[in-house]
């Protein structure tokens, strides 16, 4: 089962800043929150993760609450292209079968002009 | 930039038909993965590879579907024989081995309709 907990939908509009929560409140010491998001009939893209500290990069940032049992991915200045099902992801690093992507049924983003 | 491919996109069969995926990681990735989504739902892992050999395989239906990465780069998932419940889209990604670049790149995808 997967780890966290993210609404079902949300909608922004165009140009705003889209502020997608996440709750983990089962996470352990080393996992880490990754964010993925999934264009409709495309595959799921990789947009950031984080361990305890902010972090942003060119598409989002994500803020990580200091007891680290939830989250926020924030796109800055959302378009239409921004519309997709976003998944908050709790899981250790690397490539072992311990580190395997449970996807749960993320957050239905929409972007309204 | 660098995809990883599949094919074919669609794919139609009857049920009790023999089927295949095929997938072409990025080069240099020795991590593949082979996932399937039910529509509404997110993508669940089928099987790891770690180039030639299966790392996590126990949520692949073992007596109907079967993978295989033969020397470690290109990969193949097939079903026989296909049931209805196959229907869904199945997903290719692939990763380096490396603890500090973990980022998993997905393919298109393939779509099964099973009839």
């Known amino acids: 089962d997967a780890k966290t907990t993210q609404p079902t939908s949300m909608d922004c509009a165009e140009g705003r800043a889209a502020n997608l929560p996440c709750n983990h409140s089962?996470?352990?010491?080393?996992?880490?929150v990754y964010w993925y998001r999934q264009i409709h009939s495309q595959g799921p893209q990789y947009i950031i993760h984080?361990?305890?500290n902010n972090e942003t990069n060119e598409m989002a940032s994500l803020i990580i609450t200091e007891d680290r049992k939830s989250s926020t991915l924030i796109l800055p200045h959302a378009t239409l292209r921004d519309t997709a099902v976003y998944y908050c992801?709790?899981?250790?690093?690397?490539?072992?079968?311990?580190?395997?992507?449970?996807f749960g049924s993320g957050t239905r983003l929409s972007i309204r002009p | 930039e660098a995809e990883v491919a599949q094919s074919p996109r669609y794919k139609i069969t009857e049920k009790s038909q023999a089927v295949a995926f095929w997938c072409d990681p990025i080069?240099?990735?020795?991590?593949l993965y082979w996932y399937r989504q039910i529509l509404g739902q997110g993508p669940e892992l089928l099987v790891q590879?770690?180039?030639?050999?299966?790392?996590?395989d126990s949520q692949l239906p073992k007596d109907r579907f079967s993978a295989e990465r033969l020397k470690g780069v290109d990969s193949t998932l097939k079903i026989q024989p296909a049931e209805l419940g196959d229907s869904a889209m199945y997903l290719c990604?692939?990763?380096?081995?490396?603890?500090?670049?973990?980022?998993?790149?997905f393919g298109p995808g393939t779509r099964l309709t099973v009839l």
């Open positions: 590879f770690q180039d030639e050999s299966v790392v996590d």
């Open positions: 080069s240099g990735h020795a991590t």
């Open positions: 992801i709790v899981r250790f690093p690397g490539y072992s079968s311990a580190s395997k992507i449970i």
């Open positions: 089962t996470i352990s010491g080393n996992e880490y």
């Open positions: 984080g361990l305890k």
């Open positions: 990604a692939s990763s380096l081995v490396d603890r500090a670049s973990d980022t998993q790149y």
